[in-house]
């Protein structure tokens, strides 16, 4: 089996040097290593030898192998060279014309200022969570505290699908907040909790320089023992100054969301028009940036954790009017526009 080997070596060589082509060695390569090759032919007889030929004719066969397929490696590079040699000298080559400039693609401002969001929250303990945009009307609102006779389905003019959902939930509907996300996680996971729900949400809302009826949330929760709203405030500051990279004047004022009690709103100063007053803080200087609060009771008990041993806070935010104060975007119709030449200056 030695001198089979060997003699397969020495045509193997023989055939490389005498081919002109690339296709010439393809099929070199696939008569003498292929499946079907020779070499194959001559290894299935391996079996049959002692252990002692075994461990020469082993060790043997590899190096013929490998020796063979530098070989054409080295054949291919040689006919390529020549190849491309012989073009040169055919063909008129301006080596000062300028090269096809290939367009590198950008990043929306979107996701850009969302995935610095993410990762200024997962620095601070925060999971990322995630949960359907088409929702059933128990966790839109019922679980959120908010029955079908309540007044603060007003506050919210919904999308609903012609189809009902399957574990009798009420009729399906294109989810307003991402709050229905803290009930799901809250059934799932349990307390303690801490997570961050960024996602896509709507509303039928009056379009203008600062509404859309598409747009983007950021719902936030922290369920623990012995929570309060200095958590919150801290929490935020850190955000806010991480964010902009510098000091943001903020103001807390109360307000109102059946999901939370007692409920807080945070403004920050507008920084596109450093509080003067312009179309997107409506001429007051200030943006609303934040619903928050603790969380009710009653979430707490439809997400199925105790609310005499724990509390939390919540709170949402829309992802646009970020966006819109990083960039200095003065009309959130230009984010949804589509045209390159917005997004490419980001």
């Known amino acids: 089996m ?124 925060f999971t990322v969570a995630d949960g359907p945009e088409i929702e059933s009307e128990y966790y839109n609102f019922e679980g959120l505290n908010i029955p079908a006779d309540h007044p603060a389905r007003d506050m919210q003019d919904t999308f609903f699908v012609d189809k009902k959902h399957e574990d009798k939930h009420g009729r399906l509907v294109l989810r307003t907040q991402t709050s229905p996300v803290q009930i799901r996680t809250m059934e799932k996971y349990g307390a303690p909790l801490r997570i961050i729900v960024p996602g896509r949400v709507f509303r039928n809302e009056a379009t203008d320089a600062s509404h859309e009826s598409n747009f983007h949330q950021v719902e936030g929760l922290m369920i623990d023992k012995d929570i309060s709203l200095a958590n919150l405030k801290g929490v935020m500051a850190e955000f806010l100054t991480e964010l902009f990279k510098k000091e943001v004047n903020v103001r807390f004022r109360p307000g109102y969301f059946p999901f939370v009690e007692p409920g807080v709103e945070l403004d920050f100063s507008c920084l596109i028009c450093n509080g003067k007053g312009c179309s997107v803080c409506k001429r007051t200087g200030w943006v609303e940036f934040m619903g928050a609060g603790m969380v009710h009771p009653n979430v707490l008990k439809a997400g199925g954790i105790d609310s005499k041993e724990y509390q939390g806070w919540a709170f949402g935010f829309g992802l646009e009017r970020l966006a819109m104060m990083r960039y200095g975007i003065d009309d959130i119709r230009l984010i949804f526009s589509g045209d390159l030449r917005f997004t490419e200056q980001y």
């Open 2 to 125: 030695e001198n089979e080997l060997k003699k397969l070596e020495k045509a193997a060589t023989e055939a490389i040097k005498a081919a002109k082509t690339s296709d010439e060695l393809q099929n070199i390569e696939v008569q003498f290593l292929g499946r079907k090759g020779e070499l194959t032919s001559i290894l299935k007889g391996i079996k049959d030898l002692s252990v002692e030929e075994k461990k020469v004719i082993g060790p043997l066969s590899n190096d013929i192998k490998n020796g063979i397929i530098q070989k054409l490696e080295s054949a291919r590079a040689e006919i390529e060279a020549k190849a491309i040699e012989a073009q040169l000298a055919n063909e008129f080559f301006d080596i000062t014309a300028p090269g096809v400039a290939r367009k590198i693609g950008k990043i929306h401002p979107m996701s850009q200022v969302q995935h610095e969001v993410e990762n200024i929250f997962h620095g601070m303990g």
